[in-house]
């Protein structure tokens, strides 16, 4: 398990690395965190002839509100997500969402832009970054880009990041002070590989009822889901367990992940539905919390 | 029987070492011009191999050398073998590949980054073969033969039966069935297995390994190697676990050393993960069974019948011993006396099976207590009144099973008695009641027990053959103690018995007790095997009841000699002398007397006042044999005494499995073992919590496996899940002790007691959390999938009622 020879390059800005990254395009790969990419290497799964060592680069690692726009320097590590106070304050299902992802050695390499440019369709980042509406920003030769997070999730692992651009950030918007998150996610042990994970952030009108529902799930698809037929069952509906339970099985044909070692499609099917329930159900929980002031 | 340092719980003398990080292990050991190996691992599970081209491989510079199964062919012996001789097999595969991952060529070079640059060059061409992976399709005549010497890909079939099932059966009143599969796990050590080849001074190899139990097996490697086995020197280097993978992980160093004769410098290979996962040849039972018990209606077990088919893999180094190993406990902890066994190995394209904690104990004492679970709950009777109303009594030892083995002593009611006296499980039984009432959660209580036998004697790889090629008996242990000219104590193991069990601890504490001297003050060494004197190793729960055997042998001898001196320099007869507390003094003047320091001076210093006829030092060696191995009979009616140190167990599960995701998570759990004489609580209590969570992970998490094409899907730790510290429970563990009368002390042997029962006790727990669906595990690991598929076709059930 030795990674076959390549070239290292550690740029220390990021026109230095878009830079290598446009003269080597799709022969290079942007070595963050490593947390993924390392044991690809390794195990020769992955055979860059070029390693674009982004970890010096300082203006990938702030955390930063503008307006309405909290944004995470690509090279943020995830640890952060759970221990900034702005985020928490800002996008608290992000928190919540990064304790699931590995354990806590690997959030202390692991990065927001590696998890997102890996875009494994179990991984929590992901998977929020769909339910949340965020914006990835990519730079290239060209300049920056912005691309919908929906938009940015393309196939199995594969992005709309293009082999001469590098990703710089993320921008969720600030979740409404009103609103109710949950995450839920079941593996086999602690820190696995999800086998199915749901985000909802719901907000609940003056009658009680969904004014708005967002749903991203993971681990059933090739890319992490939004669960559109769900949100779209619940809008203008009452919270109640049984309106609840019964949008969830909107998830149920998106489930198109086949069968493997540790779950058959029908229990991924199965589970899809759980998981969203009891995600929407816990931000239910906690959007009446903040309604009553507690 | 007190004693002041055996039984006290105290740290272990390994780990200050091993916290440091200075443990040695055998990565970390770098030799003067060491080159590194890697291998070129097969891709398909079955093929004839035409060609392997190392044209561009040899071009890269640093690659130093490409060896093949030819290159083995020519120049080595078959490997070391207990299985038949039709099956043979090489460190690297000769002429076909019987499994994806077996070993096909070994690249050596600077390092091993060059070395694994050096395998992607090579060039093997494959004539592939049917794959044959289903070990019932094995079994017919269509499918293809991995051994086309061998004829068959039945390896071994035979049916042995005690007593008379079928008047057994006849007169049950209840009489259960089930079919049920233990599933592939393994050892799986935090480090894998390797080894450093150099040819040394004189012609002589030297194999510095971490596995191995060499003083046993080391000429078996020198003949596979065509070197005469004084030209061999094996050097123990401590292993970071073993689990029974490193019991016998023998082509690791025989690959090494020819690698290192063939190029003629140090040469290191050490296994990666992958080739752990797929090629480490100790991978554990995987077998399918037909299996049935028959109950009076009171019910006391009236027979036995069990029909299985162990998937052995590609070959069977060490024959069927894992099933002479359940012939040790077949009946358990009970009374009846009527069993058959009918066994089917058989060869299939996966890795070949190997040792792991139980040696196939463990699989047989889950379908034992699958049994008895199923006969409780179709007669109405507690887990707890089942067992105890067929236990073996306490008056009824030695007690000889069916089968010939013998189980030495026991208490099987105090041990029940003491795990239920460690939970209240009326106040769990009602909880379970108020929860599934209340809340519409699931709690589960399982309840188990296993017999654990220990200190294996060598009968057992070869009475179950009709025609042993190597029908040894011996399968002793020795110690070499050594008082220097300052008092101070030096221990010698005469084997690789340093793969994270306590080795040091054991002999320390023993030394303490004899000596009366801190056991931290005893430094310990191994010998390599051109010093050894004869010994087995860890392995069978055998270490600390045999090397506390030599070490007591030895200081007896020391003791002895000790007393002499000081009779001698005293001028009092040796009888009114003692040793106490590292002082030989005399009984009614304890006042007088001379500390070890002063009797070593004059052992080692001043010869002239010696006794006569005593010569100067103060060491000893002892050398322990097996404590009590009969002879099976030739015609397999009986298997002698092999295994008649006989621990016991109880494990009490609390769970809840949430029936939407299958995900079970303990509530609490009770583990009360006998290992008669306990030497240390706290390291007895470690192998029970490591056995019990590798037990878990055999029930929940762990698979090796293969699909039906032969491809095997468990090749990282992504998909081959082993508990951790968030999975396992927090175990609370109580002891019994009843002594040995047989051993040293009275020690009896607990490193996998552990694994045996908790795979039944968690088994248990999960059928009674969900049994108004209907759920009976009966497939290992039960995965959340299966347990969701029970729940809802039971709720779809219910639902049509």
């Known amino acids: 398990m030795k990674p076959p020879p390549f070239t290292y390059c550690d740029p220390e800005s990021v026109d230095e690395a878009v830079a290598l990254k446009s003269e080597y395009g799709s022969d290079s790969l942007v070595l963050a965190g490593g947390q993924s990419l390392l044991p690809m290497l390794n195990m020769r799964l992955a055979r860059p002839e070029v390693l674009i060592d982004i970890n010096k680069i300082g203006d990938l690692q702030r955390i930063e509100r503008w307006d309405d726009i909290l944004e995470v320097g690509a090279g943020v590590r995830q640890y952060e997500l759970e221990d900034h106070q702005l985020v928490g304050e800002l996008v608290p299902l992000l928190p919540e969402a990064t304790g699931y992802i590995g354990h806590i050695e ?82 086999r042990r602690a820190g696995d590989f999800a086998l199915a994970g749901a985000a909802a952030v719901v907000n609940l009108g003056e009658d009680g009822c969904f004014t708005s529902v967002s749903v991203g799930v993971s681990s059933i698809s090739d890319t992490p889901v939004r669960a559109s037929a769900v949100e779209s069952a619940l809008i203008g509906e009452a919270p109640t367990e049984n309106n609840i339970a019964r949008a969830a099985e909107e998830i149920v044909p998106s489930v198109t992940a086949a069968d493997d070692l540790h779950a058959t499609h029908d229990y991924r099917r199965h589970l899809a539905s759980v998981v969203v329930r009891r995600a929407i159900t816990a931000a239910v929980a906690r959007a009446h919390e903040r309604r009553n002031g507690t | 029987m007190t004693y002041a340092y055996i039984g006290k719980d105290r740290r272990r003398v390994e780990d200050p070492r091993l916290l440091v990080g200075r443990g040695g292990y055998i990565a970390d050991l770098r030799l003067p011009g060491m080159l590194h190996a890697a291998i070129l691992r097969s891709p398909v599970p079955h093929a004839r191999i035409r060609s392997v081209d190392a044209t561009e491989a040899l071009r890269l510079p640093g690659v130093v050398a490409v060896l093949t199964g030819e290159d083995c062919k020519a120049k080595l012996n078959p490997c070391m073998n207990f299985g038949p001789a039709t099956i043979a097999q090489y460190p690297l595969a000769v002429d076909k590949v019987r499994y994806v991952g077996e070993a096909v060529a070994a690249v050596v070079a600077e390092n091993r980054y060059l070395a694994e640059d050096g395998v992607d060059l090579l060039e093997v061409d494959y004539e592939t073969l049917p794959p044959v992976t289903d070990p019932m399709a094995a079994m017919e005549p269509e499918s293809a033969l991995l051994h086309e010497e061998h004829g068959s890909n039945i390896g071994y079939e035979r049916t042995f039966e005690f007593g008379d099932v079928n008047a057994a059966f006849a007169g049950a009143d209840l009489v259960v069935e089930d079919t049920l599969h233990w599933g592939r796990s393994a050892g799986v050590p935090m480090e894998t297995t390797g080894a450093v080849a150099q040819p040394g001074f004189n012609g002589v190899l030297e194999i510095y390994c971490n596995s191995l139990n060499f003083s046993y097996f080391s000429f078996l490697i020198a003949a596979t190697l065509r070197i005469p086995s004084n030209k061999l020197t094996m050097k123990p280097v401590p292993a970071g676990g073993s689990f029974g993978s490193k019991l016998a992980a023998h082509k690791v160093p025989t690959l090494a050393g020819f690698l290192a004769l063939q190029v003629g410098r140090p040469v290191s290979y050490v296994e990666d993960r992958l080739d752990n996962l797929m090629n480490s040849d100790h991978h554990g039972c995987d077998r399918f069974y037909e299996a049935r018990m028959g109950f009076r209606a009171d019910g006391t077990i009236t027979g036995l019948d069990i029909d299985v088919v162990d998937d052995y893999g590609a070959y069977m180094q060490f024959g069927v011993g894992h099933h002479g190993n359940a012939f040790s406990q077949v009946v358990g902890p009970y009374r009846f006396r009527d069993v058959r066994y009918r066994i089917r190995a058989v060869l299939t394209d996966k890795c070949q099976q190997g040792a792991y904690r139980g040696f196939g104990s463990e699989v047989h004492n889950w379908v034992l207590e699958r049994l008895v679970d199923q006969g409780a709950a179709r007669l109405g009777l507690a887990p707890e009144e089942i067992r105890r109303c067929n236990f073996i009594q306490p008056d009824q030892f030695p007690y000889t099973i069916p089968g010939g083995n013998l189980y030495d002593s026991g208490d099987y009611p105090a041990v029940l008695d003491k795990a239920l006296s460690m939970i209240d499980l009326n106040k769990w039984r009602a909880e379970q009641k108020r929860l599934r009432e209340e809340e519409g959660r699931h709690i589960g209580i399982g309840l188990a027990t296993t017999q654990e036998r220990s200190v294996f004697s060598s009968t057992e790889f070869w009475s179950m053959v009709e025609k042993p090629v190597l029908p040894v008996t011996s399968s002793p242990e020795s110690a070499t103690v050594t008082i ?30 004899e000596f009366g001297i801190p056991p931290e003050s005893v430094n310990v060494r191994y010998a390599d095997s051109a010093h050894a004197l004869p010994s087995t190793g860890p392995g069978g729960s055998r270490y600390t009841v045999m090397v506390a055997g030599a070490i007591r042998g030895a200081s007896r001898k020391l003791r002895k000699k000790l007393i002499d001196i000081a009779a001698h320099t005293l001028e009092e007869a040796p009888e009114d002398l003692e040793l106490v507390d590292a002082r030989v003094q005399v009984r009614d003047a304890p006042e007088t007397g001379l500390t070890l320091a002063e009797l070593a001076a004059t052992a080692y210093f001043f010869a002239l006042s010696l006794p006569e006829g005593m010569t100067s030092g103060l060491e000893e060696s002892y050398t322990y044999d097996h404590p009590y191995t009969t002879l099976p009979a030739p015609d397999g009616s009986d298997f002698g005494v092999f295994y008649p140190i006989m621990g016991h167990a109880c494990h009490i599960v609390v769970l809840e499995v949430d029936p939407d995701t299958g995900i079970p998570s303990f509530l609490d759990y009770v583990a009360v073992h006998d290992a008669g004489t306990i030497v240390n609580p706290r390291s007895l209590g470690g192998h029970v919590t490591g056995g019990a969570t590798q037990g878990i992970g055999t029930t929940l998490y762990e698979e090796l496996a293969y699909d039906e094409d032969g491809q095997f899907q468990s090749s990282t730790f992504r998909d081959y899940l082993i508990p951790t510290a968030n999975e396992a429970p927090a175990f609370r563990i109580g002891h019994v002790q009843t002594p040995s009368p047989f051993t040293e002390y009275g020690i009896k042997g607990g490193g996998e007691g552990g694994r045996m029962v908790a795979p039944a006790a968690v088994s248990a727990a999960i059928d009674d959390a969900l049994r108004e669906y209907g759920m009976r595990v009966r497939r290992l690991p039960v995965k959340p999938a299966d347990i969701v598929a029970t729940v809802r076709a039971g709720r779809s059930a219910e639902g049509a009622v």
Do not use: K
């Open chain 1, 106 to 187: 690997c959030r202390h390499r692991g990065t927001v832009g590696g998890s997102l440019a890996h875009a494994h369709s179990a991984a929590e980042l992901p998977c929020t970054a769909v339910a949340l509406d965020a914006t990835v920003v990519v730079r290239g030769p060209s300049g920056i880009r912005t691309i919908e997070a929906r938009d940015f999730f393309q196939g199995r692992m594969t992005t709309a990041l293009e082999p001469e651009e590098v990703l710089v950030a993320v921008r969720y918007p600030v979740t409404p002070q009103a609103a109710g998150h949950g995450f839920v996610e079941v593996a």
């Open chain 2, 484 to 513: 220097d000219p300052t008092g101070q104590f030096q221990l010698l193991l005469h084997c690789q018995s340093m793969w994270g069990n306590s080795p040091e601890t054991v002999g320390a504490t023993v030394l303490a007790e």
